[in-house]
């Protein structure tokens, strides 16, 4: 089966998921006990404004309209008004994905870059002096709370040597990657050990097998056998753990979000919750859905392209 | 939380509040310059009406002028009213109107728009959360291009402190009504010192310099850039850095450290802020005046306010904030044991009690008061337990008046206005509509003084009544005060003409910086 059609079947399996996590999102608003309306508007609020919310939410009508009102709405994007923004929804996640999406995206970038050639080294060094740092070192670090971290990255990088703002984003994009850049290795420190450890444990039963061996007897020079032949065959465990940590670390970079201010959908939720925003919670609801269904999308291409069995 | 209990929180300055001395009297203003700032809210609105949270109402204030404002003074002053004065029964009030006033964009400030601003601000369907504010206004009209008058229902005390809030800000008649509330609400144009140049939600507001603005040579600043800063760690390393001149709420854990950088300065100042423990009244035995003393006795806030607050607040004599009629001679509940178990011996429940306790989740400062609180109450034989919730869990609990007890963090209840009134309605006045902020006390001595306070404009008979509902609540209400709470602002030593006002804001028009 060509990659093409091997995607278009994955992406084919994934509309039945997509469609329950609208199911999902949508009964948010309803789950609330008693009158959605007023709950969202306090128990001081008159029964006018309660019959205006939920006019304006449509919830006097029947349950599959207002369904298949808010499926229509969703694939516009057009989530209604923040009961606290008092304004669109759509554009305000919009903006913050950009940034969820960056930050996550610049961390596993170095999270890859350190955890690749530490695995490596580990695996062929397994059990000698450099394994043994590896491990403790990347221990260390994914103990550390990531506030803490954080909070240490800033101190050094921001406060004494002035290499990066302490907080916030810059506006050119220089700036705005600089401004990324210790959030993102909060994030990176704390992902690479999960990522070393499961490439180093699968680079060590690859390197252990049959065909590693056949490969040596054949002279294939030790640079190719482990680049070529090992790592790739081990890269599969990894991507998985990579896949799950991505949808998580989408919603969930709340406390890195707040330490550096970047306006994130993590923190963007935990607001939401605070604030009994239910709109903005039912659009998070959907967009951490589809984020999660995405990242699992993009691992299965990821294990096609590494081993054309899959592809079967 | 101004937020939440809506336009019902009004809090007021105090004329005995000795004000801090604003930095740097040094030499003379310098014009031009960006500020930045590290602020611990955001806004939500830039709109007068509809705003009730911080974050939105100190933007607000720059932006929007209003026809009396508030200042160092415990009294309103003249704003875009040059004047005003009052008829003999006190309901109709005419105002002289500054002339020659513009917008932002250029164009005129008229008496119609005056006119369209206050009649949206008196309407209750239109201000919906502080309807309150503006509820005594039956009628207004211009007699003439600079003569606005307002004529009342009723004589109303704290009219003029209602009229030096943000919601009856002046805004643009035409203008407003072509854009609609929301575009409003975002791009908003006024008449105050600066005007909004970009707004990024999540991440900054942006003010610049209004040409137009009516004070001389103000403002001095060419811009401020607001940050949007929640973490209270990283909001300090800002000012440390010197990525920002300014920011706000330092934890009372760093003012020391804060205070002793080089470029920087704690400014530490009065606030109509305040924190307490609120009971259910409804419920035994919080319906026991000797139970509620005997709890007031056993609050050790001498050294809460040393260990936990770093000495950065004064003890509470009164159950609200220090307002304009607060009387400094009422006594605070001084930490007695010996009284407290006294107390509890001659109330109902003289064996003691268990209760239950909601605070905020998450705010490690009002866990360690709430703990301090369990740990010194058991010495009387009240077990209380703690139960910490989120913010909209507590409102909706806490406003079904099915719970016991609950504290709200200090930075939350403040005032909006400059008299006691408001807040003498929410929390006094079990007919005002949250019946005594959902503590159920009911007591028609004090609704009386509330009513007897805001249906006069003499200043002495007022300030007789707050006096006498200070006493009474002292005595009755069923809460233990503990502080009154200070605005703590890291300021760096560029800044100049920086003061917080009693109602939390800033007129930052009066802010420069020094080269």
Do not use: K, N, V, W
């Given at each position: 089966m060509s990659l093409i059609a091997f995607a278009g079947r994955r992406l084919a399996q994934a509309i039945p998921v997509l469609l329950i996590i609208t199911v999902a999102a949508f009964s948010v608003i309803h789950l609330v006990p008693g009158d959605p309306a007023r709950v969202m508007l306090g128990?001081?609020?008159?029964d006018e404004a309660v019959q205006v919310l939920r006019e304006q939410l449509g919830l006097d009508k029947p349950l599959v309209t207002q369904y298949l009102d808010f499926l229509k709405a969703a694939m516009r994007?057009?989530?209604?008004?923040?009961?606290?923004?008092?304004?669109?929804i759509g554009p305000i996640v919009a903006a913050r994905a950009v940034h969820s999406l960056a930050l996550v995206a610049y961390a596993v970038l170095i999270s890859l870059v350190i955890a690749v050639p530490l695995a490596l080294l580990s695996a062929i060094r397994r059990n000698l002096l450099a394994d043994h740092v590896v491990r403790a070192l990347t221990t260390l670090a994914f103990c550390m709370p990531s506030f803490w971290t954080a909070l240490l990255l800033v101190l050094l990088f921001s406060i004494r040597l002035k290499f990066f703002p302490t907080s916030g984003l810059g506006d050119s994009p220089l700036a705005y990657l600089a401004s990324l850049t210790l959030p993102a290795v909060s994030i990176g420190l704390y992902l690479t050990p999960i990522l070393l450890r499961s490439l180093r444990a699968s680079l060590i039963q690859t390197l252990g097998a049959e065909f590693v061996e056949a490969a040596r007897a054949r002279g294939f020079g030790e640079a190719r056998i482990l680049f070529k032949h090992v790592l790739r065959n081990s890269l599969i465990a990894m991507l998985t753990i990579l896949g799950i940590n991505v949808g998580f670390l989408i919603s969930g970079a709340v406390i890195v979000e707040n330490v550096f201010s970047i306006p994130g959908l993590g923190s963007l939720m935990v607001a939401a919750i605070v604030q009994r925003d239910y709109p903005v919670i039912v659009a998070l609801t959907l967009v951490f859905g589809v984020v999660v269904v995405a990242a699992n999308f993009l691992v299965d291409l990821s294990y096609a392209l590494l081993d054309p069995r899959i592809r079967q | 939380m101004t937020a939440r209990l809506g336009g019902l929180l009004a809090l007021a300055a105090s004329a005995l509040f000795v004000a801090a001395p604003a930095q740097g009297e040094e030499g003379a203003p310098r014009k031009g310059g960006t500020l930045t700032m590290a602020r611990d809210s955001e806004p939500l609105t830039l709109n007068p009406i509809g705003a009730g949270d911080n974050g939105s109402i100190f933007m607000i204030v720059q932006v929007f002028d209003t026809l009396v404002e508030t200042a160092d003074a415990p009294l309103p002053q003249s704003a875009l009213a040059t004047g005003w004065t009052v008829s003999d029964d006190a309901k109709t009030w005419t105002f002289a109107l500054r002339e020659g006033v513009k917008f932002s964009n250029g164009d005129p400030l008229t008496c119609d728009d005056v006119k369209f601003s206050i009649d949206r601000f008196a309407d209750p369907k239109v201000n919906?959360?502080?309807?309150g504010f503006g509820a005594a206004i039956a009628q207004t009209e211009c007699a003439g291009p600079s003569s606005f008058v307002v004529k009342l229902k009723a004589p109303q005390g704290a009219f003029l402190d209602y009229l030096s809030t943000f919601i009856p800000s002046i805004v643009p008649k035409a203008l407003y009504e072509k854009m609609g509330d929301k575009a409003f609400s975002e791009k908003p144009v006024g008449s105050g010192p600066f005007m909004v140049k970009e707004w990024v939600r999540g991440q900054r507001l942006v003010l610049e310099r209004n040409p137009y603005y009516w004070k001389n040579g103000q403002p001095y600043l060419d811009q401020i850039v607001v940050n949007y800063v929640p973490d209270e760690n990283t909001r300090m390393l800002k000012v440390e850095s010197d990525e920002a001149q300014i920011a706000t709420e330092v934890p009372y854990a760093q003012i020391e450290r804060v205070a002793a950088l080089d470029h920087v300065d704690v400014q530490i100042e009065n606030v109509m802020a305040w924190d307490a423990v609120w009971f259910n009244s409804r419920k035994a035995p919080f319906n026991d005046p000797q139970v509620i003393r005997a709890l007031n006795y056993a609050t050790p806030k001498e050294a809460m306010l040393k260990t936990l607050m770093h000495g950065a607040g004064d003890i509470a004599n009164h159950v609200i904030a220090r307002v304009k009629y607060w009387d400094p001679a009422v006594e605070a509940y001084p930490y007695d044991l010996a009284k407290a178990k006294e107390a509890l011996a001659k109330s109902s429940a003289p064996q003691g009690f268990a209760l239950s306790c909601l605070i905020v989740a998450g705010d490690q400062f009002e866990l360690q008061q709430a703990q301090i609180l369990q740990s010194e109450w058991a010495k009387i034989g009240v077990t209380m337990e703690i139960q910490a919730v989120d913010t909209g869990t507590i409102w909706t609990r806490w406003g079904s008046?099915?719970?016991n007890c609950f504290t709200f963090t200090g930075a939350g209840l403040s005032s909006d206005?400059?008299?006691d009134d408001n807040l003498a309605v929410v929390f006094f006045d079990f007919t005002g509509g949250i019946e005594s902020f959902w503590t159920g006390w009911n007591n028609k001595d004090a609704i009386a003084l509330v009513k007897e306070a805001d249906g006069t404009i003499d200043e002495e008979k007022r300030k007789a009544a707050f006096h006498k509902l200070q006493r009474l609540a002292m005595a009755e209400y069923p809460a233990v005060p503990l502080f009154f709470i200070k605005a703590r602002t890291a300021v760096s030593d560029k800044v100049k003409g920086f003061k917080t006002l009693p109602v939390k804001w800033w007129n930052l028009e009066d802010v420069w910086l020094a080269p």
């Open positions: 128990s001081r609020a008159t994007l057009d989530f209604g008004d923040s009961l606290f923004q008092r304004t669109a | 919906t959360s502080y309807g008046g099915d719970e206005a400059l008299s």
